[in-house]
């Protein structure tokens, strides 16, 4: 952690994988093996795990929705936590599967719950929805333009006005389902950085031209998490 001067260790926080705020500014910390941690008011930390009521100790993702419950991924389902109790999501009321690998929460409320192969589940509050054919989701990234960006194994996706749309892309080393997208991440100016696991660093410009960047570009290597 740095508080603007210096570095603080936490080293009672063991392979930690996803932090997230909340909308009270709350930090929050997924983690491998033990759950999942609330840094307090006082600098503590609190934690919580499945003693408690998570489903597993192995935190793969987290989501803020807009009544601030907390939601977690892991690889036995999902849970929310509303500040007090964890509730459980599985195959068993309305989960594509059980294994969630990363979550958003989009401009209408709705939670997105990515799968690692059985695509993503999308949850209104009361009623499940599926978007079966987006699988091997990394990552979602929400532009300023309200659109819902995904990066998958072999496929980009962009979610507007409830339409899904897979862009194509074709570099040196072949088309775009060649390719294993692993993350987003957005420019001020509407730029899109998408990481991949073997070939660099795609930047996607608003006007939907592309570059990518290889180490011959400056990068120290091809491999992007």
């Not at 935190?59 to 109790?85: M, P, S, Y």
């Not at 401009?107 to 695509?119: E, H, I, N, T």
């Not at 962009?158 to 991440?185: C, H, R």
Request: proline share 2%.
């Amino acid at each position: 952690e740095y508080d603007g001067a210096d570095w603080i260790l936490h080293e009672n926080i063991e392979r930690p994988r996803k932090a997230l705020l909340d909308h009270n500014g709350t930090l929050w910390v997924g983690t491998d093996r033990s759950g999942l941690f609330r840094l307090e008011n006082d600098g503590s930390w609190t934690n919580y795990n499945t003693d408690d009521g998570l489903l597993q100790q192995n935190v793969q993702a987290l989501a803020v929705d807009n009544n601030n419950n907390l939601w977690i991924g892991t690889f036995l389902g999902l849970n929310r936590f509303d500040g007090t109790t964890f509730s459980a999501y599985t195959v068993d009321n309305g989960l594509a599967a059980n294994s969630v690998v990363e979550l958003t929460v989009d401009p209408q409320g709705r939670l997105w719950v990515a799968s690692w192969r059985d695509g993503i589940s999308i949850f209104d509050g009361s009623n499940w929805t599926y978007e079966p054919d987006v699988w091997n989701t990394r990552d979602f990234c929400l532009d300023q333009d309200d659109t819902l960006w995904i990066a998958a194994t072999g496929s980009i996706y962009a979610y507007a006005n409830d339409t899904m749309v897979s862009m194509y892309i074709e570099s040196d080393f072949g088309e775009m389902w060649d390719m294993a997208f692993s993350s987003f991440a957005k420019g001020i100016d509407g730029t899109k950085y998408i990481g991949t696991l073997s070939q660099g660093l795609i930047e996607l410009s608003p006007d939907g031209s592309f570059q990518i960047h290889e180490p011959d570009f400056g990068l120290i290597s091809n491999y992007i998490e």
